[in-house]
Nanobody, 119 residues
Framework: QVQLVESGGGLVLPGGSLRLSCAASGSIFNIDHMAWYRQAPGKQREYVAAISPAGTTNYADSVKGRFAISTDNAKNTVWLQMNSLKPEDTAVYYC?????????????WGQGTQVTVSS
């Protein structure tokens, strides 16, 4: 069974850093792309960053210059390095991936990891 498992969330002071990771497991033939989204309390889930298999990255304007997405295709893992964190970055962060298996190409979501930026 294919699944995405995230880790690395926590409580951090404003200006601090965190690194999130997301590992895809199961019978995966290929990864189309991987991305991060976040959802703050009372708000809709929003896009944060994405990376293609070729390594092309894209970021939401709100995190550009502060966050960096990277991947290890051999390990089916994606990371989100978050620097200069602000209280408004507080949210549950979700890993998202389009994965190719033996039976289909589908979008998967992780269970989410809480990031809290507070003094």
């Amino acid at each position: 069974q294919v699944q995405l498992v995230e880790s690395g969330g926590g409580l951090v002071l404003p200006g601090g850093s965190l690194r999130l990771s997301c590992a895809a497991s199961g019978s995966i033939f290929n990864i189309d792309h991987m991305a991060w989204y976040r959802q703050a309390p009372g708000k809709q889930r929003e896009y944060v960053a994405a990376i293609s298999p070729a390594g092309t990255t894209n970021y939401a304007d709100s995190v550009k210059g502060r966050f960096a997405i990277s991947t290890d295709n051999a390990k089916n893992t994606v990371w989100l390095q978050m620097n200069s964190l602000k209280p408004e970055d507080t949210a549950v962060y979700y890993c998202n991936a389009v994965l190719v298996t033996s039976t289909s190409t589908s979008t998967y979501w992780g269970q989410g990891t809480q990031v809290t930026v507070s003094s």
